[in-house]
């Protein structure tokens, strides 16, 4: 079975800081892999994505995320935060042999100005 | 633009009670998909429909029902509205494994 993992449920960061979410999934097979994300009150959108070729994905406002297969792994970054990220980021992934998504738990991210 | 609209962004209804959800997409997608959000939990699917009168159960579907009479809606049912059914529930559809887009979502809370 398919499993998305997000170890830090909550994270706090002043404005300025670096950002490194984690996300690692299990599935022997090919996957694409998502970061979606909540802004308060708002739809879930997407950030970004990965399906193949360069494994160093950018996404929109300056976000960007790193698919390592050894690892099983695709983390979120973002050089420097500002108090609009203040969101929930959800990893998730799907097998390319089916069409639907499978959610990690969720990163609550609070940036203070 | 795709857009993805639910009936009601609150809903109260007690207990034992027979509750719709609409969804409704504009962009003519094969695949629509209904996810309830709870804390902690991230979003857990519940039915999806690859094409008209076609459904399949998620990971929750306990519970609930679904319909797809038309391509452009789909319906989310709950046949006797319990409390452990509180939750805010996502409607999304999608065109092929790609970018899914979701609704505002609805917060129903269940007495």
């Known amino acids: 079975a398919q499993s998305v993992s997000q170890h830090n449920h909550h994270v706090i960061l002043s404005e300025a800081a670096s950002l490194e979410l984690g996300c690692n999934y299990s599935y022997g097979g090919t996957v694409n892999l998502f970061w979606y994300v909540q802004y308060p009150g708002q739809h879930l959108q997407l950030l970004l994505k990965y399906f193949s070729g360069d494994p160093l994905v950018k996404g929109i406002k300056g976000f960007e995320a790193e698919f390592i297969k050894s690892k099983f792994s695709f983390n979120l970054r973002k050089p420097s935060v500002q108090w609009s990220d203040t969101a929930e980021y959800f990893c998730?992934?799907?097998?390319?042999?089916?069409?639907?998504?499978?959610f990690g738990t969720g990163t609550r991210l609070l940036v203070s100005p | 633009d795709v857009k993805v609209t639910q009936s009601s962004r609150y809903l109260v209804k007690r207990t034992g009670e027979k509750v719709f959800l609409e969804c409704v997409q504009d962009m003519d997608h094969e695949n629509m998909f209904w996810y309830r959000q709870d804390p902690g939990l991230g979003l857990r699917l519940i039915y999806f429909?690859?094409?008209?009168?076609?459904?399949e159960k998620g990971d929750i579907p306990e519970g609930y029902s679904v319909s797809r009479e038309k391509k452009e809606r789909f319906s989310l049912i709950l046949e006797s509205a319990s409390t452990n059914q509180t939750s805010m529930y996502l409607c999304a559809s999608s065109f092929t494994v790609d970018e899914q887009f979701f609704g505002p979502g609805t917060r129903l809370t269940v007495l």
């Open positions: 998730a992934l799907v097998n390319t042999g089916f069409q639907k998504l499978v």
């Open positions: 429909s690859y094409d008209v009168k076609m459904k």
